[in-house]
T-cell receptor, first 110, second 114 residues
Framework: AQSVTQPDIHITVSEGASLELRCNYS??????LFWYVQSPGQGLQLLLK??????LVQGIKGFEAEFKRSQSSFNLRKPSVHWSDAAEYFC????????FGAGTRLTVKP | SQTIHQWPATLVQPVGSPLSLECTVE??????LYWYRQAAGRGLQLLFY??????ISSEVPQNLSASRPQDRQFILSSKKLLLSDSGFYLC?????????????FGPGTRLTVL
């Protein structure tokens, strides 16, 4: 069955520490891949997207993601987290339509 | 540039009352339009999408309906709200013909049914 999974419901990191949010998908072929961020009470903002080509994608706000076909993964990373990065992060997969993961809530400790 | 508006921003309604949430898009033509619901601590559930005026696809059976009376207007309605309809409702658009491509989201409507 086609699906997108974010294994971590909630992650807490210290400010300045590195971050990796996991996303795995299960589709018959390589879909379009996205990461969105949602601040409390707000809509979703696109961080980055992957369609094809270079498997390391740079996004806004210092985020990057790496597509690994062999692992069906598209993990989001940031080398140094800022307090303003605290938010909900959604991985999304576009195939015949768009499907969102359940989200990972990021808490940043001072 | 394109913008997407939703109103109202917040809404408190009693059980059994009607609902009408509106979404409008500016700066683009013939967009795909979407309604999502986000319950507390949950991910996004696609409720409806539309690829054109009067064309509505429903993803899940429920107490809600959607209409698209104009190209850039998408309305979410209910005749009688249930407690379970509470949540955060997000409207989104994408370029026509790109159901699997990037979606642009509105600011959302927080609905509380009491």
């Amino acid at each position: 069955a086609q699906s997108v999974t974010q294994p971590d419901i909630h992650i807490t990191v210290s400010e300045g520490a590195s971050l990796e949010l996991r996303c795995n998908y299960s589709y018959g072929a390589t879909p379009y891949l996205f990461w969105y961020v949602q601040s409390p009470g707000q809509g979703l903002q696109l961080l980055l997207k992957y369609f094809s080509g270079d498997t390391l994608v740079q996004g806004i706000k210092g985020f990057e993601a790496e597509f690994k076909r062999s692992q069906s993964s598209f993990n989001l990373r940031k080398p140094s987290v800022h307090w303003s990065d605290a938010a909900e992060y959604f991985c999304a997969v576009g195939f015949n339509d768009m499907r969102f993961g359940a989200g990972t809530r990021l808490t940043v400790k001072p | 540039s394109q913008t997407i508006h939703q109103w109202p921003a917040t809404l408190v309604q009693p059980v059994g009352s009607p609902l009408s949430l509106e979404c409008t898009v500016e700066g683009t033509s013939n967009p795909n339009l979407y309604w999502y619901r986000q319950a507390a601590g949950r991910g996004l559930q696609l409720l409806f999408y539309s690829v054109g005026i009067g064309q509505i696809s429903s993803e899940v059976p429920q107490n809600l309906s959607a209409s698209r009376p104009q190209d850039r207007q998408f309305i979410l309605s209910s005749k009688k709200l249930l407690l379970s309809d509470s949540g955060f409702y997000l409207c989104a658009w994408s370029v026509l013909g790109a159901l699997r491509d990037e979606q642009f989201f509105g600011p959302g409507t927080r609905l509380t049914v009491l």
